[in-house]
Nanobody
Framework: QVQLVESGGGSVQAGGSLRLSCAAA???????????MAWFRQPPGLEREGVAC???????RYADSVKGRFTISRDNGKNTLYLQMNSLKPEDTAMYYC????????????????????WGQGTQVTVSS
């Protein structure tokens, strides 16, 4: 069974920074890295949206709303995913979820929730003005 565990959320004032981490593990894990890992977020009362994603070769994609402010990275050896969030805004307030998948898919699909089969429980990020 795959487990994704997020950490690093919290409360911060606008303009501040946070770094989220996601540790990935699976029972019987053979060491094969996930094809893609991603961060999604879900603001209160709204749908889940893709924030950033990264492939095994380091290819990344970002939502327009976070480009230039957020940076996604991964440590393939440790199967750990990170999201460095700078210049945070109140509209970044949301529950942030880590996601992973083994399938090979076109990059155009990488920020869709349907492209991921494995999800963490989420970590709350609150940005105050």
């Amino acid at each position: 069974q795959v487990q994704l565990v997020e950490s690093g959320g919290g409360s911060v004032q606008a303009g501040g920074s946070l770094r989220l981490s996601c540790a990935a593990a699976a029972s019987g894990y053979t060491g094969t890295s996930y094809q893609r890992m991603a961060w999604f977020r879900q603001p209160p009362g709204l749908e889940r949206e893709g924030v950033a994603c990264i492939g095994t070769d380091g290819t990344t994609r970002y939502a327009d709303s976070v480009k230039g402010r957020f940076t996604i990275s991964r440590d393939n050896g440790k199967n750990t995913l990170y999201l460095q969030m700078n210049s945070l805004k109140p509209e970044d307030t949301a529950m942030y979820y880590c996601a992973a998948d083994y399938r090979v898919l076109p990059t155009i699909l990488w920020l869709r929730a349907s492209s991921y089969n494995y999800w963490g429980q989420g970590t709350q990020v609150t940005v105050s003005s």
